[in-house]
């Protein structure tokens, strides 16, 4: 069997699917356009130019013209997934899906962030994290998987309370700044990281605020490497994730605490309607952040029950996505 996953790829989670199929004896392939950007800086002067100018994005269109030539060299393929589907024009879609016999696609972000309504119709079948989408589109539900293997709290010290590395996004750096002054009155040991290109936004106003210009908050423009963040979940007794606006799925961050065995921090209430949602484990934030409180992170884990934990495994979800025999 061969199946290609095509996604962009930012956070670098979209490989571990394609390792997952390789491990079961699947020929798999991960076009990830994401790797593909300016080759140096005259190209970068000439697409800034064009987006002004011709209203041209030609980054957008080399990543297009990259997809079509990978999957003319790979060849037809039994199966092809692709993530989020907002990256690609309709014109890369078609011929995507001229080469295999079931094209499927996962929406990881929800459709009030990024419609993709016109497209889905090119899909044998559209799963989606998000309930509220589910519920409105009849898609299938598919929450995001726990890519990592398990490694128990006792195998790990913990020298901070919380952990909170997020990508830039106005809603959530609303809450970011609020959420910090609680943690710092009950005296909590705490990392918060807000990468993008945007980042610069909050820097400035945080730099130049006398009472936010030291608050414990790193901004930084380029990605974290995955390694580094995983350092800091073994170093910390809880994650936090909080949502963007109009979403209700779960984040990968929910998963990577199963795995580490750390607590979640949430202000996602729909966590409540899974089956490992323990209170001892994850505290759901009021509005005013009044449940949050020194004992919720000293107190212990409580191990969720192993038939639950292999639920949400990278490898339940290849099978379940690709249809394959267990």
Not at 142 to 164: I, T, V, W
Not at 219 to 247: E, H, N, P, V
Not at 292 to 312: A, C, G, W
């Amino acid at each position: 069997m061969k199946i290609c996953v095509v996604s962009f790829d930012f956070w670098d989670y979209d490989h571990y699917i394609v390792k997952a199929l390789s491990k079961k004896g699947v020929e798999s392939h991960h076009i990830k356009i994401g790797a593909v950007s300016h080759a140096g800086l005259q190209e970068k002067v000439l697409n800034a130019l064009s987006k002004v100018v011709l209203k041209k994005n030609l980054k957008h269109e080399k990543r297009q013209k990259y997809v079509i030539s990978s999957l003319e060299k790979l060849g037809f393929q039994d199966q092809i997934l692709v993530l989020n589907p907002d990256v690609f024009t309709h014109e890369t879609l078609a011929y995507i899906r001229s080469k295999t016999n079931r094209l499927i696609t996962f929406l990881y972000d929800n459709l009030q962030r990024f419609p993709v309504q016109d497209k889905l119709h090119f899909f044998d079948k559209v799963f989606s994290f998000d309930d509220a989408d589910v519920q409105k589109y009849g898609f299938e539900k598919l929450c995001n998987y726990n890519y990592l293997d398990l490694q128990p709290q006792a195998e790990n010290s913990s020298d901070l309370d919380l952990f909170y590395v997020t990508s830039y996004d106005k809603s959530r750096n609303k809450i970011i700044y609020p959420l910090v002054r609680k943690l710092l009155q009950i005296n909590s040991v705490f990392q918060i990281v807000v990468v993008g290109k945007k980042a610069w936004v909050p820097k400035l106003k945080y730099s130049i605020n006398p009472q936010k210009s030291r608050v414990p908050v790193i901004f930084k423009r380029k990605a974290i490497g995955t390694g580094i963040i995983l350092d800091f979940y073994k170093r910390t007794k809880s994650i936090l994730d909080l949502m963007r606006s109009g979403q209700t799925g779960l984040s990968f961050r929910v998963f990577e605490a199963m795995a580490f065995e750390k607590k979640i921090i949430t202000n996602n209430p729909t966590i409540k309607n899974y089956d490992f949602y323990n209170p001892k484990n994850i505290l759901i934030l009021n509005e005013d952040f009044s449940n949050l409180t020194p004992e919720f992170f000293n107190s212990p884990y409580e191990k969720i029950p192993e038939d639950i934990y292999q639920k949400y495994t990278l490898d339940s979800w290849v099978n379940y996505v690709f249809e394959l025999k267990k």
